[in-house]
């Protein structure tokens, strides 16, 4: 008994000093040990999370409604550029962005009825929003006591949508757009401005609407910039380890916070997770964290072709990334899937954000969206999910193309084009010596096609058996010169609007 007891001890320490020994340090090298992509979200291949805060009182204009608010000079032809003088119109001059907390009541806030929404849409990670730019946490927080909990609903957002996801066996994503709230609201003078290049994110003026009251400070980051950087990094390690999320999105605004900390706060998060026994993942949206640990993370866009690394882009689920009174309007399901299609056919993920209304309602427009995205995916989505891409990422007559203007084409990252996907596109997955060709619609005018690929990269590829998922009939097809000869069923197959697939087995 004894000796078993001293065995175990000494497998204990050595457990415990080979962690030690392999602790992340705060430094690019070690860091870049980081498995940037586990297996668990290179097969996901769909997540969702959602916009909700202080912003969707007011619910127009969007999430940067409270930076609009307080600029009077910006052009009204531009993005916001209508905001300062339509809240005064509404609201009044001296009601600012803190006045709209106490209007922020949730009665319908049900995390369970959200998860379960998220879920039956066919999402493998889930998130809460833990911040947007505004500086408003969503957890219980005591670095920062503007949050929803001592505030508005009363809320703790981050940790109800943690539990329930977690419930589920499914991975917990929170996303954090704060390192932008150094520089969102305007400043009264040079002394609290950020290095900033290029200087467009800088507003400045010398009678400065945004209020300067101490009791405001951390709300609009009227601070220095080591506070302010020593606030980002310590709400960061609040989530970290109250929760110690599968998924730490991170927006733009990073790219503000100094190297010193970015370090600080990768190594604090790899380090939680490693005692956790967790994979974590952290996408880098710009080069603020080397791609060798971060997944490149593009906004609204596809890329070009199939790239070596797993990369995420993400989408609206309604008219804007917050829920806007003014346009209810959602995405239409089948575009969505013909999307995602397009994106996992290239070795990226798709993740959706949806706008639920202030007292926490789900709009019925996006909850239409997500049960049309669902009805889909519980019927194929074997075609999506734990797939790598094909030899080729497809073939088909709509070109995407690059817009000269686009601030993601350094990225490789493309959009004109992706709503016009149709049934005359293919895209390919795989999955072991299974290749799904994912017809992006119903062919009302041409049943039968040929998949060229089969005559040109697949060539040599051997064909055992083809059927269509979801469809009873015998499929036929043939090879040919030009490549795989196939026909569509004779009766449409549920939810072939959005995409038809043929199984094709290998031998």
Not at 116 to 141: N, Q, T, V
Not at 372 to 395: D, S
Request: aromatic letters at 14%; charged letters at 25%; proline letters at 5%.
């Amino acid at each position: 008994m004894l000796r078993k007891i001293f065995f175990t001890a000494i497998i204990t320490l050595s457990l415990q000093f080979s962690f030690a020994q392999e602790k992340y340090k705060p430094e690019w090298e070690n860091l870049k040990k980081h498995k940037a992509v586990p297996e668990w979200f290179a097969d996901a291949k769909l997540g969702i999370y959602f916009h909700w805060g202080v912003y969707s009182v007011p619910a127009t204009d969007g999430e940067w409604y409270p930076r609009w608010m307080y600029v009077p000079d910006r052009e009204p032809n531009l993005w916001g550029g209508k905001v300062y003088k339509k809240h005064r119109e509404t609201y009044g001059e001296d009601f600012h962005y803190h006045d709209f907390i106490p209007g922020w009541k949730a009665p319908n806030f049900n995390a369970k009825e959200w998860v379960d929404m998220f879920e039956g849409m066919g999402a493998k990670f889930i998130g809460s929003i833990a911040e947007h730019h505004d500086g408003f946490s969503l957890w219980d927080s005591e670095v920062n006591e503007w949050n929803s909990v001592d505030m508005g609903p009363g809320v703790d957002m981050v940790a109800s949508i943690a539990e329930e996801t977690k419930k589920r066996n499914l991975k917990f994503m929170a996303t954090f757009h704060h390192g932008f709230h150094n520089l969102f609201y305007p400043k009264q003078d040079q002394a609290v401005m950020r290095p900033v290049t290029p200087n467009k994110y800088n507003y400045v003026y010398e009678n400065c609407e945004v209020p300067q009251d101490p009791k405001y400070r951390k709300l609009y980051c009227n601070m220095d910039y080591d506070e302010a950087q020593d606030l980002w990094l310590g709400k960061l390690n609040e989530v970290i380890d109250a929760h110690c999320p599968d998924y730490i999105w991170m927006d733009f605004g990073q790219r503000f916070i100094t190297e010193k900390y970015r370090k600080q706060f990768l190594s604090n998060y790899f380090n939680k997770a490693a005692e956790e026994g967790k994979e974590v993942v952290v996408n880098t949206k710009g080069d603020f964290f080397p791609t060798e640990l971060s997944v490149v993370n593009v906004e609204r866009a596809t890329m070009e072709d199939i790239t070596p690394e797993v990369w995420i882009t993400d989408f609206i689920l309604g008219s804007s990334w917050c829920y806007n009174k003014e346009k209810r309007t959602a995405i239409d399901p089948a575009k969505a899937i013909r999307m995602l299609a397009e994106v996992v056919s290239k070795n990226g993920i798709m993740l959706l954000s949806a706008g639920p209304m202030a007292d926490g309602t789900m709009p019925e427009e996006q909850v239409k969206a997500m049960e049309g995205i669902g009805a889909w995916m519980k019927l194929y989505g074997e075609a999506i999910y734990n797939t790598r891409p094909f030899v080729v990422f497809g073939e088909g007559t709509t070109e995407l193309k690059r817009d000269p203007k686009d601030a993601w084409n350094e990225y490789g990252a493309i959009k004109k084009g992706l709503n016009n996907l149709n049934a005359a596109d293919i895209r390919y997955t795989q999955k072991g010596k299974t290749v799904y060709a994912i017809q992006l619609g119903w062919n009302t005018k041409t049943p039968e096609r040929t998949l060229s690929t089969f005559a040109d990269e697949a060539k040599n590829i051997q064909i055992k058996s083809i059927k269509v998922l979801g469809s009873s009939e015998r499929i036929k097809w043939k090879r040919t010169k030009a490549g795989l000869n196939v026909q569509q069923p004779k009766k449409k197959p549920a939810e072939a609007d959005a995409a038809l697939v043929y199984k094709i087995t290998l031998k």
